[in-house]
């Protein structure tokens, strides 16, 4: 006869590997989604940086141009560019999951939560392109 | 097509000190086989020892919830024949303790439901003398909420529930939520005290998979997004007037 237990103790406890994140495509894009904040902090202080610069005197903003010119420069702001675009539109589509239909206490399109924050995002994109064009 | 197809079902014995492995069966495959029948089919005709729960067979009870091919699944609602030619890789869900085979310890999980308070909750002696009356409208705030089965597979899809065992996760969370909503309800403050702790709400960091795999169409995401922001505004009440009654 088979010895029985009342009380199997043995689970058995399986751990996360340290690399979950590659484990599908979604826990991917997630990653890449908390990651990007790191270069919405590197734009920011490369902005302190630029203004910095632009506040000393005329030498020092032209080496700051010049080291931004640098290829190696120019590849990586194309990267970072590339994580704060992603670092937008994820969180900017993530607004509908709370404030709008929140708000209207019944469910709304997910365009009407997200649009006001392109729509601004786009607006103040077209000002400054017109600024740095010399057009403002 | 071939007529078979071979499932590797993840074995575990307590008894034996072992490692989990897989084990290939050959099963039949037939058109209206969900991976459940495939199962039973082991069960029944190969391997006695397979150990695994179903009960209804239609997607209500949730018991039957398994990793296929990775992804948490009600292996009762899901085609065998959408996995051919295969292999199928049937293992127990994820971040749960495995009792035996396919089994996992529900123990915690069961728990952390208990403590977020999910039924009606009247702080009054009210006592209807009717059924309470709650408008369309009423009913739709948390209709959707309470359509969760229990099967679990959202914890299975969220990282954090495997990353700190604490997190009360998805299910928990989005069933008290519903009992927020509901009109009947006078327990917000009950929950908002246990929810709003670090291993609650504020652990999620909107990776969103637990919406994704809900084979009941339940959004638990938004759950616990909605329970931040109403989280907020009781502290800010509070803040603001903190002898004011909320």
Same mark, same amino acid.
Request: charged letters at 20%; a negative charge; proline letters at 7%.
């Given at each position: ?9 043995k689970?058995?406890?399986?751990k ?7 484990? %599908? ?18 734009f ?8 910095a610069?632009?506040?000393? %005197? ?19 702001n ?14 900017? %589509? ?16 997910d ?5 006001? %924050? ?6 103040a ?8 064009t010399?057009?403002? | =097509?071939?007529? &078979? ?24 495959l037939?058109?209206? +086989? ?8 082991? !069960? ?9 729960? +179903?009960?209804?067979?239609m ?13 948490? /699944?009600?292996t009762?609602? &899901?085609?065998l ?41 009247r702080?009054?002696d ?6 309470? =009356? ?8 948390f209709h ?7 099967? &679990?597979?959202?914890?299975?899809a ?14 928990a ?28 709400? +504020?652990?999620? /960091? ?17 759950a ?7 989280? /907020? !505004?009781? +502290? ?11």
């Amino acid at each position: 006869m088979p010895q029985y237990t009342q009380y199997q103790p043995k689970e058995h406890r399986p751990k996360m590997s340290a690399y979950w994140y590659l484990d %599908n495509w979604h826990y991917l894009r997630y990653a890449l989604r908390e990651s990007s904040s790191f270069f919405v902090a590197y734009f920011c202080v490369l902005t302190l940086v630029q203004l910095a610069a632009l506040g000393t %005197n005329a030498t020092r903003y032209a080496r700051f141009e010049a080291f931004m010119a640098h290829p190696a420069m120019i590849i990586v702001n194309a990267i970072a560019l590339a994580f704060f675009l992603l670092h937008a539109i994820t969180w900017f %589509n993530l607004v509908p999951r709370v404030m709008m239909r929140q708000i209207l206490a019944r469910p709304t399109p997910d365009i009407i939560s997200s649009a006001p %924050n392109y729509l601004v995002w786009f607006g103040a994109t077209i000002i400054l392109a017109l600024f740095i064009t010399g057009v403002l | =097509m071939s007529d &078979t197809i071979i499932l590797e079902v993840a074995r575990f014995n307590p008894e034996d000190g072992g490692e989990p492995s897989y084990q290939s069966f050959e099963v039949p495959l037939r058109p209206d +086989w969900m991976v459940l029948d495939g199962l039973n089919h082991i !069960k029944d005709q190969l391997d006695g020892s397979l150990a695994f729960r +179903w009960s209804c067979r239609m997607g209500i009870c949730g018991s039957c919830g398994m990793m296929v091919n990775g992804v948490p /699944t009600l292996t009762c609602e &899901t085609l065998l024949m959408n996995y051919a030619p295969g292999p199928v890789r049937v293992a127990p869900l994820d971040h749960f303790p495995v009792v035996k085979d396919l089994v996992v310890d529900l123990d915690d999980f069961l728990a952390k439901l208990q403590k977020v308070r999910p039924w009606v909750v009247r702080k009054d002696d009210f006592k209807p003398a009717r059924e309470f =009356m709650q408008s369309p409208a009423q009913l739709e705030a948390f209709h959707q909420f309470s359509l969760c089965i229990n099967c &679990t597979l959202c914890y299975a899809a969220c990282p954090v529930s495997g990353l700190d065992p604490d997190f009360i996760g998805p299910a928990a969370i989005a069933l008290a939520h519903r009992y927020n909503l509901d009109s009947r309800d006078q327990g917000i403050e009950d929950r908002l005290d246990i929810v709003s702790q670090h291993e609650g709400i +504020w652990d999620c /960091t909107v990776v969103g998979e637990c919406s994704v795999v809900c084979p009941k169409h339940v959004d638990p995401s938004l759950a616990i997004q909605q329970f931040k922001l109403t989280a /907020t !505004k009781e +502290w800010f009440k509070s803040f603001l007037l903190p002898r004011g009654k909320h």
